[in-house]
């Protein structure tokens, strides 16, 4: 195999990897890279399929203590950024840790309370298992490519 040869088959390959991991998150649209968006985007997935509305999970999320828990986790991280990098922390990284925790769980308290308010439950359930089923055999389609086996479940039609 020419040396011209190879570089094409390996930028070929890079630009197929390169596509395959970022147009499905570019398909969701620029939304600031926050750190902790991820999760809140597959549930407003999942709740769009179950029928709960943009004003719905607005309304939920102003009610609740988390603009107050992400102002005090922002505050929280500047702190222990400036701390570990002076190498002077004392209870930065637990104050942190623990404000992190509560937005955590008060997030979660609001998905919650959406979803068991819906009363169409089964789309978004039958979405999260498709996509699940769906990111199984994508990286299976990976692992073989590269040069593993494949472990995924077969679909047949």
């Known amino acids: 195999m020419s040396k011209k040869t190879a570089v094409s088959i390996v930028s070929g ?8 991991t970022c147009l499905p ?18 549930f407003v997935l999942y709740a769009k399929a ?3 509305t943009h004003d719905q999970v607005k309304t939920a999320f102003e009610k ?14 500047k702190a222990m950024d400036g701390c570990i990098i002076a190498g002077t922390c004392t209870n930065e990284v637990t104050t942190y840790e623990t404000d992190l925790a509560t937005l955590t769980k008060d ?15 089964t789309p ?29 479940p077969t679909t047949e039609q």
């Open 13 to 20: 390959v890079s630009a197929l990897i390169l596509a395959a």
């Open 64 to 77: 609740s203590n988390v603009k107050a828990d992400f102002e005090a986790v922002r505050k929280d991280e």
């Open 50 to 52: 179950d029928g709960i």
């Open 25 to 42: 998150a570019m398909a969701f649209g620029m939304h600031g890279h926050h750190r902790h968006g991820g999760d809140d985007m597959k």
């Open 124 to 152: 978004g359930v039958n979405l999260k298992t498709t996509l699940d089923s769906l990111k199984q055999q994508k990286h299976a389609a990976f692992k073989t490519a590269l040069g593993g086996t494949s472990t995924a």
């Open 107 to 121: 997030k979660l308290a609001v998905w919650q309370g959406l979803f068991q308010s819906a009363s169409n439950k």
